[in-house]
């Protein structure tokens, strides 16, 4: 591999800090003749006496005149998500119709602060993730006249106004209504209802929470086809054990004015048992699958399926979800006319089902060289969790964003990062953050 280094005339200045990992060769312009400085071609073996791993994935090209700066990386996404990551529809709807048209959003990689360009010259689908659509709605409109043809929603929609576990999302009447609209608007098949994550205390038990859901489901009727849950993950995040502990999850008896203080739902040694057993899995599955039984009486077929989860249910006709659902892209990109995105889909679907090495995919999931070619490999998307079902996609959020401030969400440091990074958002600018 080469390396195309730019040197002042006074020297080759040292490498202070290792380029992040993810770029690849070959995302760089050529250098300006004009520009006043040397080009020298160098082995990328000769920056290191013995290359690390890391080392062979460097930049294609350094700016090294002063502080070492690396050109963002460009992705080019035939399917661009928006976003696993914060609450675009809900807080950013002008800012995604900015980049939009612009054609283009930076991202930054949370891990190593790398910054991406992400193109949509190639996107064709965009999945929207929000638990209040509303704020986009309005603007749908205009994406569709700028060529947003295929589209859906995963419409989180949850009743835990007892416990303030969400303590900014509208009202559940309000964002009942909110989807109702959105599903008259774009038809029902286009928008996922999801109960997610399922978490218990002391006084919500598992029949508690299936009540719940069959409560919002009476509201729902006819105006979606798939419920999507999945089941808290507290075990593994101290972050989420501590907002349990600390932020809004509070009984609402004795929280009135001038009553007692209100009673934490959580403390440092229950706060594991807010994840749910698996004797509680089974008997919420089952009783949700009671549910669609008696939905499907009615004539309302309501799929089940599970999001990331290991939990095998298939024996009650719940499934694992592909929340980046290729499959249903495919069918609204027939219903759209979206040619591109029907050959695309049906090509690479296609080779999901071929055993490795019977035979090349002609189209890769990223068309341009700033993207690894899939190749024989399926669509999975290998950046999420191996129970993951999601197709290969590119999610254009970033964290400590969303002031929903959900006490179960992982992806934010805290508040007053959310706050700070809210303070520097710009409905003109590139990125979320500025």
């Given amino acids: 591999m080469r390396i195309a280094v730019k040197m002042p005339q006074a020297g080759f200045p040292r490498i202070t800090s290792k380029p992040p990992e993810l770029f690849r060769p070959g995302l760089a312009k050529p250098l300006s003749k004009s520009q006043n400085s040397a080009t020298v071609k160098v082995q990328a073996a000769s920056l290191l006496h013995r290359p690390s791993r890391r080392w062979r994935a460097m930049p294609a090209f350094f700016d090294l005149r002063g502080p070492m700066r690396v050109q963002p990386s460009e992705s080019h996404p035939v399917i661009v998500s928006a976003s696993r990551s914060t609450d675009i529809p809900a807080f950013y709807p002008q800012w995604f119709v900015n980049r939009w048209k612009a054609g283009y959003a930076m991202w930054t990689n949370p891990f190593d602060q790398s910054r991406m360009k992400v193109c949509f ?26 060529g947003l043809k295929t589209y859906y929603f995963q419409v989180t929609l949850n009743d835990y106004e007892k416990e303030s576990f969400e303590p900014n999302v509208p009202p559940l009447y309000e964002r009942i209504g909110t989807f109702k609209k959105l599903s008259g608007r774009i038809g029902r098949e286009r928008v996922i209802w999801r109960f997610d994550p399922l978490i218990m205390h002391e006084g919500l038990k598992a029949e508690d929470l299936v009540e719940r859901i069959f409560r919002i489901s009476k509201e729902l009727m006819g105006h979606t086809d798939k419920l999507v849950f999945s089941f808290a993950d507290v075990r593994n995040y101290r972050k989420v054990q501590g907002n349990l502990c600390r932020h809004g999850a509070y009984a609402q008896a004795g929280a009135a004015p001038g009553g007692d203080a ?40 309501l799929t089940l399926a599970t999001c990331a989860e290991d939990i095998d249910l298939r024996s009650l006709g719940i499934g694992h979800n592909s929340c980046i659902d290729g499959e249903l892209l495919l069918k609204l990109a027939k219903e759209d006319g979206n040619t591109i995105l029907v050959d695309f889909l049906q090509e690479n679907l296609r080779a999901k089902k071929q055993k490795k090495g019977s035979g090349p995919r002609s189209l890769p999931l990223y068309p ?27 999610d254009i959020g970033m964290y400590s964003t969303c002031s929903h401030f959900c006490v179960y969400c992982y992806a934010n440091a805290s508040r007053e990062a959310v706050r700070r990074n809210q303070s520097r958002h710009s409905d003109g600018s590139e990125s979320l953050a500025g």
């Fill in 368 to 394: 341009c060289a700033t993207e690894t070619d899939a190749g024989n490999k399926n669509m999975k998307d290998k950046g999420q969790r191996p129970a993951c079902g999601c197709v290969e996609s590119k």
């Fill in 121 to 146: 010259d190639q996107a064709k689908a965009v999945v929207f993730w929000t638990k209040d659509p509303a704020p986009l709605i309005p603007h749908l409109d205009e994406l569709e006249a700028l």
């Fill in 262 to 301: 209100p009673q934490a739902l959580f403390t440092k040694e229950n706060v594991l048992d807010a994840e749910i057993s698996a004797e509680n899995r089974l008997h919420i599955a089952q009783r949700l699958a009671d549910m669609r039984g008696f939905w499907s009486k009615k004539g309302w077929d």
